[in-house]
C-alpha cells in the first residue's frame, strides 16, 4: 500500500459517495450522517493495517456495511431489509456483488477452523499471503492453498444457498435463494 495515503484521501475520495450508500440504507439522515463519521473513525483507526490499495474501496464498503448491520440490530431491527436494496451510488452500482459480499462475514465463520483465519484475514481484512504464512507460522504455499481451498468453500456454500445470474464481467446482476439460508 502507498504508505503516503492519508484518512483525508480516502475522505476526498469516498466521503460523497459512502454517504449516499450510507443513505440509501438507513433512512435517517442524520443517523446514515453519524454512521459515515464511524465509518471514517474505524478508516483512520485501521487504514494502516491494510496492505493491498487495491482493496480499499471494498474495504471501506465492507466497513460501512458492518457499521449499518450493527445500527439495526442496535435498534432492534432486521438489517437484512435496507441491505437488500440495489445500492444507487457506489462503485459498481450496476451489479449487487457487494450485497453478495456482505454476506461473506457470516459465511467465513462457517468454515472448518483450518481454513476460516487464511480466508478472513485475506479476503475481509485485506492481508497478503505472505503475512497470513507467518502470522499462521505456514509456508506461502501453505497459506496460498489454505485461502484458495477456503474460497472454494464459500464459492460452494453461496452457490448451494443460491443461484446467480452474472453479467458478462461476472458481476452479479440477481439472485434466486435455493433454499431458506444467510442470503438476503
Known amino acids: 500500500m502507498d504508505q503516503g495515503l492519508t484518512t483525508e484521501q480516502v475522505w476526498e475520495l469516498l466521503s460523497d459517495k459512502l454517504r449516499s ?18 465509518t471514517f473513525l474505524r478508516i483512520h483507526q485501521k487504514l494502516g493495517d491494510l496492505r493491498d490499495r487495491e482493496r480499499l474501496i471494498s474495504w471501506v464498503y465492507r466497513v460501512a456495511r458492518n457499521l449499518v448491520i450493527d445500527y439495526y440490530r ?3 431491527r432486521d438489517p437484512d431489509v435496507p441491505m437488500s436494496m440495489e445500492p444507487s ?4 452500482s450496476r451489479n449487487l456483488n ?7 462475514p457470516e459465511m467465513v465463520e462457517e468454515l472448518p477452523e483450518n481454513y ?9 481484512e485485506g492481508v497478503p499471503q505472505q503475512e497470513i504464512a507467518d502470522r499462521l507460522n505456514l509456508s506461502l504455499s501453505g497459506a496460498k492453498s489454505r485461502v484458495q481451498r477456503g474460497r472454494e468453500l464459500l464459492k460452494a456454500k453461496l452457490l448451494d444457498c ?3 445470474e452474472l453479467d458478462r464481467q461476472g ?11 444467510d442470503c438476503d
Open 21 to 38: 450508500f450510507l443513505r440509501s440504507r438507513v433512512s435517517d439522515y442524520d443517523a446514515a450522517d453519524d454512521l459515515l463519521q464511524e
Open 98 to 104: 457487494d450485497l453478495v459480499m456482505g454476506w461473506f
Open 116 to 124: 476460516r483465519e487464511a480466508v478472513a484475514l485475506y479476503e475481509l
Open 171 to 181: 458481476n452479479v446482476v440477481d439472485y434466486e435463494r435455493r433454499h431458506p439460508c
Open 162 to 164: 443460491c443461484s446467480f
Open 74 to 76: 442496535k435498534e432492534g
Open 89 to 92: 451510488s457506489e462503485p459498481d
